[in-house]
């Protein structure tokens, strides 16, 4: 039991701000049921903000995944201020909508709710630099991300598509497979799902925000992970309660025009 606890609960407690007491976990015969009556307190209980980390778990994060704080304040408005250009949110959408088979297909897959793949899609591509999906500014080595997801080389190594060490030829390889919008949305998918493994979390569990706090927090923390900046989360989490981005994935082609499903 104690191989359980070092294994699985305390990687997903500690990313997720549930840490209980080491007495209660040390104590009593089912440390498996104490803990889960702690989360499931927790999860009724919890108010706060799901994006916010304490200062443990930031330091705990940085630690184990590299992750950094948040942009500057003037970036941030910045990336505000892009989400408000209307032509470039329905070229975003349009993107989106070219994507949505894939989503759905990658989101069944690797068991990840395709509201929130989409979420990152949509930042990523509304936030993307211009002329960098281009095939000879990809392969120059100038941008270090690629495709609609904005995924790099090093992806490709932890999901063993590429060795430890690539060769010239596995780069340039690599750089012409990121530049494919399908093939970049699985990857994406497959990051997620090995981020919810090293977070302990259950990888056929396909997490929904607003089922609970424990699912937000999860979100939140995943998406922490997947770009490195802490004011990240927030965006995605509103991202995907955007009725446009709702209508856009769940809805079918009916003549020509989206009908809701």
């Not at 699985?8 to 049921?33: F, I, N, Q, W, Y």
């Not at 080595?141 to 010239?168: C, F, K, M, Y």
Request: net charge neutral; hydrophobic share 40%; proline share 5%.
């Amino acid at each position: 039991m104690g191989e359980f606890l070092r294994q699985s609960a305390l990687p997903l407690l500690a990313c997720l701000g549930l840490l209980t007491s080491s007495a209660v976990l040390l104590s009593g015969k089912d440390h498996r049921k104490t803990v889960a009556d702690e989360i499931a307190q927790q999860t009724i209980t919890q108010q706060g903000d799901p994006t916010d980390f304490s200062a443990e778990e930031l330091r705990m994060l940085q630690r184990r995944f590299g992750v950094h704080g948040p942009q500057t304040p003037l970036a941030q408005l910045f990336t505000n201020g892009v989400d408000q250009l209307q032509p470039l949110r329905t070229r975003t959408l349009d993107q989106l909508r070219s994507l949505k088979s894939d989503i759905h297909r990658q989101s069944a897959r690797y068991r990840v709710n395709p509201m929130l793949l989409t979420a990152i899609l949509f930042d990523e591509i509304q936030h993307s630099k211009p002329g960098e999906s281009l095939p000879f500014i990809a392969h120059s080595g100038l941008v270090r991300t690629h495709g609609p997801a904005q995924i790099g080389i090093s992806e490709l190594i932890h999901q063993n598509w590429l060795p430890e060490d690539p060769t010239d030829t596995d780069i340039a390889w690599a750089r012409e497979q990121l530049l494919d919008p399908a093939f970049n949305v699985e990857l994406l998918a497959g990051k997620l799902q090995r981020l919810k493994r090293a977070l302990g979390l259950p990888a056929e569990s396909m997490l929904q925000a607003s089922r609970s706090y424990l699912d937000a927090k999860a979100i939140a923390t995943l998406t922490y992970l997947h770009n490195g900046k802490l004011d990240y989360p927030a965006r995605v989490l509103r991202y995907m309660q955007d009725a446009e981005l709702h209508g856009l994935i769940y809805s079918k082609q009916h003549g020509g025009a989206d009908w809701l499903i």
